[in-house]
């Protein structure tokens, strides 16, 4: 039933997670006095505003009832009348991509009341359109690769602030270029302009790199949801978008490598020099990161002074597949950056994918925050350490694309 009631609300969507958003209710009436009407007792106000793609959050006052059953109700989009359950959760997040009128119920009943109250939100356009691209980055930092350094490139005296401008610039733009993640575990976090919203039954973001048919470097794609309203990416805030991976025996969660800083800088303009970054994990294995002849610059982030960096997420399984001296690198079926084309449907994800630390699919209505690492600990050949890519990121709502989600 609920399921019907997404449907009928294409573009609306609300989540059932407890969070602690900003509270709109500017009442100081106790909702104990025994003067006060029955109709406020819940104390919410009687009309809202918000922007399309931003969240709005409702917390109604029930410390009067006991073990309330709650239902939110829209009755009405522009005038035309509706009857759409939308929530049983204390708390309505409410987020969508189209403008308008709307009207609401929000009915609580316990053994003693049942309290019903009407409000409208009216959901405007934003003034200055929203960016479909990546607004900010809020970290980067690579692992060793043979990009690292090179894609952004460091500079003497760069700091990881310098740095994170330097990815900053590269995608968050409508022509964006190309930064490398190197190898396990290094990542970017970028932000919008707006939140995505979570669209039922449809794909809300692309994420762009530089995938061609056997040449998948996937990185797994982790979202948030600024559920504290604070503008930045929290740790409890982050989800792990499920790829098709994520159930297969092979894949190994919470995964933990440690990149030791070489001691020299060694030319290998000659041939590789196989015992070049040292490394070891948490399953036991240990071993060394070559360098090779076309590459000559440091693989290890320079503006780090730390003389080990450990890296931690999902390690997916090796990929890749050798031949007769021929290296391909085989794509996942979905779920994952930089593993198929730009312009493919599979480098598109839907936020309905991601799932909490235990692998429960949680509702998101919307994110604000995205992270990339690279998912793979892996050298193949002279094409070296496998390492995501990414170019850009896009809002496919923003943009007006639409794509299913998979069935
Ligand atoms: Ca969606
Ligand atoms: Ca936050
Ligand atoms: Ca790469
Ligand atoms: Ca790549």
Not at 356 to 382: C, H, M, R, S
Request: charge should be negative; hydrophobic fraction near 35%.
């Amino acid at each position: 039933m609920k399921k019907n009631t997404f449907k009928l609300l294409s573009g609306i969507f609300i989540a059932s997670l407890i969070i602690t958003g900003c509270s709109n209710d500017d009442s100081s009436a106790s909702p104990n006095d025994p003067d006060k009407p029955t109709d406020n007792i819940i104390s919410i106000k009687d009309s809202y505003q918000i922007d399309r793609s931003k969240l709005l959050t409702i917390i109604p006052d029930l410390k009067s009832f006991h073990s309330p059953e709650i239902l939110w109700t829209i009755t009405g989009i522009n005038g035309n009348n509706k009857d759409s359950l939308i929530s049983k959760d204390e708390k309505l997040h409410f987020i969508t991509l189209n403008e308008g009128n709307y009207s609401l119920i929000i009915n609580v009943k316990d053994g003693n009341n049942t309290v019903e109250k009407e409000f409208s939100i009216r959901v405007d356009k934003e003034k200055k359109p929203y960016k479909y691209h990546i607004a900010k980055v809020f970290d980067f930092l690579p692992a060793y690769g043979q990009f690292t350094n090179e894609m952004p490139k460091y500079e003497e005296g760069d700091t990881s602030e310098i740095m994170r401008k330097k990815a900053e610039q590269a995608i968050a733009s409508e022509n964006p270029s190309m930064i490398s993640l190197g190898g396990f575990g290094g990542y970017v976090t970028f932000g919008f302009d707006h939140t995505i919203v979570n669209v039922p039954g449809k794909r809300d973001f692309r994420i762009l790199g530089n995938a061609f048919a056997n040449s998948s470097e996937p990185g797994i794609i982790m979202v948030a949801f600024d559920k504290n309203a604070n503008g930045v990416p929290d740790e409890d805030e982050w989800y792990e978008i499920a790829g098709n991976e994520h159930s297969n025996s092979q894949v190994i969660k919470n995964y933990e490598i440690t990149f030791f800083k070489p001691t020299a800088e060694l030319d290998a303009t000659t041939g590789n020099i196989e015992e070049y970054i040292q490394w070891k994990d948490n399953q036991g294995n240990e071993g060394w990161k070559p360098k090779n002849q076309f590459h000559s610059q440091s693989y290890y982030p320079l503006w780090i002074t730390q003389e080990s960096m450990t890296y931690r997420g999902t390690l997916l399984p090796n990929n890749a597949i050798e031949s007769n001296g021929i290296w391909q690198l085989k794509e996942f079926e979905w779920g994952y950056a930089d593993n198929y084309p730009n312009t493919h449907d599979e480098s598109a994800i839907d936020i309905a994918w991601a799932v909490d630390q235990n692998g429960n699919k949680v509702f998101l209505p919307g994110i604000d925050f995205i992270k990339v690492y690279t998912g793979l600990n892996q050298e193949a050949g002279w094409l070296g350490e496998t390492s995501t890519e990414v170019s850009g990121a896009i809002d496919l709502h923003i943009k007006q694309e639409t794509i299913p989600t998979r069935k």
